[in-house]
């Protein structure tokens, strides 16, 4: 999987834009501002958006390709992140470090979904919040009508609400929907799609 991200993000083009998730734009503005963490960050859009909020912002991602393209966006906007090229079986994160974890299409393979949200949960202070967007398990019908919409073609990478429940059941779910959305993000993210969006906080 590092080289396929590091493939996709060598182009000169930001795979999924330089402007933030619509969700993410919409829900972090609504909360006190301190320290956050964006795993799977990628080019890094959502990082530095939050940068530019006053966020004291960390993330990490396995490409390096992804990370200079972060590190470029950060210095065009004249803010400064955090961020890591490593995986998250070998993060070094402290617990209850975070006041939020970000996770925008951080889809992991089913076998290490439950324990990786559970490890991220872990950074997460009492009181913190995480927000999550990713496509849902119905996606792939519309995948099936447009490809450009991008997302896991296995299914077993995709969100169920119930299964989101249960890997962050120490936090008070203020919002959670399976919702249809059209979304206008790069390369790869085009078109109406079906998503699952959720907002924590911390027990």
């Not at 996709?8 to 969700?23: H, L, M, S, V, W």
């Not at 320290?35 to 004291?56: H, K």
């Amino acid at each position: 999987m590092k080289q396929h991200w590091d493939n996709r993000y060598q182009q000169k083009e930001y795979a999924y834009g330089i402007t933030p998730n619509d969700f993410l734009k919409e829900q972090l503005p609504k909360f006190s501002i301190g320290s956050a963490l964006f795993p799977a960050e990628g080019e890094g859009r959502n990082a530095v958006y939050a940068a530019t909020l006053g966020w004291n912002v960390s993330a990490f991602d396995q490409s390096e390709e992804g990370q200079k393209k972060a590190m470029l966006l950060a210095q065009q906007n004249s803010v400064e992140i955090d961020y890591q090229v490593t995986d998250l079986e070998n993060i070094t994160y402290s617990p209850n470090q975070f006041d939020a974890v970000i996770l925008i299409y951080a889809h992991f393979p089913e076998p290490v979904r439950a324990s990786y949200h559970r490890k991220l949960a872990h950074l997460v202070r009492s009181g913190g919040i995480v927000i999550l967007e990713g496509f849902s398990k119905k996606n792939l019908d519309y995948v099936a009508q447009n490809p450009n919409i991008g997302g896991p073609k296995d299914i077993t990478m995709l969100f169920d609400v119930e299964d989101l429940k249960s890997d962050f059941s120490d936090f008070d779910i203020m919002y959670i929907a399976e919702e249809e959305v059209h979304l206008n993000e790069g390369l790869y993210h085009n078109g109406k799609g079906a998503v699952i969006r959720l907002v924590g906080r911390k027990n």
